[in-house]
C-alpha cells in the first residue's frame, strides 16, 4: 500500500522479532521491551513516523497524520476527542529507527533484516550502500 506515496504516512514494516521462531535471539528480547501500541499511530494504524505525542492523553501519532486530523478537528484527539496539545516525540522517533525490520517476504524464506534508520537512509541516498 502507499506504494506510490511512501513518505506520507506512518511505516508499513515488519518487525524482526515479529516472528516467534526468532524468540530466543536479541530482537525477541528488545521486542519483548516494546509494546507495539506504543509506536503505532492511532490514525494510520502504521508505524510511527515522526511521531507526535499528545500530552493529555498520552496518545501518538505520525506528524503528518495529526497534522491532516487537525486541518479538519483542529486540537481534537481522534482517539478520545478530547482537546490535546502535540508535541514531537524525539524517545520515541530514536526507538523506532533503531529497530530492525525484516523482509515481508519472511515467510518465503528471505532472511534479509536491517535497522529501519538504514532502511530510511538508503532509500533517500540510494547508492549510500
Ligand atoms: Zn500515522
Ligand atoms: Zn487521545
Do not use: Y
Request: proline share 5%.
Amino acid at each position: 500500500m502507499a506504494a506510490c506515496n511512501p513518505n506520507e504516512f506512518g511505516f508499513d514494516v515488519i518487525f524482526a522479532w515479529e516472528d516467534e521462531k526468532d524468540a530466543q535471539n536479541q530482537n525477541a528480547q528488545i521486542g519483548g521491551a516494546i509494546n507495539r501500541d506504543d509506536i503505532t499511530c492511532a490514525i494510520c494504524l502504521l508505524v510511527l513516523r515522526e511521531p507526535v505525542q499528545a500530552v493529555d492523553c498520552g496518545h501518538r501519532f505520525c506528524t503528518k497524520c495529526i497534522g491532516e486530523f487537525h486541518l479538519i478537528n483542529p486540537g481534537k484527539c481522534p482517539k478520545d476527542w478530547q482537546d490535546i496539545q502535540v508535541f514531537p516525540d524525539v524517545g520515541k522517533k530514536r526507538e523506532i529507527l533503531s529497530l530492525k525490520i525484516r523482509c515481508k517476504n519472511f515467510t518465503d524464506g528471505c532472511k534479509w533484516q536491517n535497522e529501519l534508520r538504514e532502511e530510511e537512509a538508503s532509500k533517500m541516498f540510494p547508492n549510500f550502500n
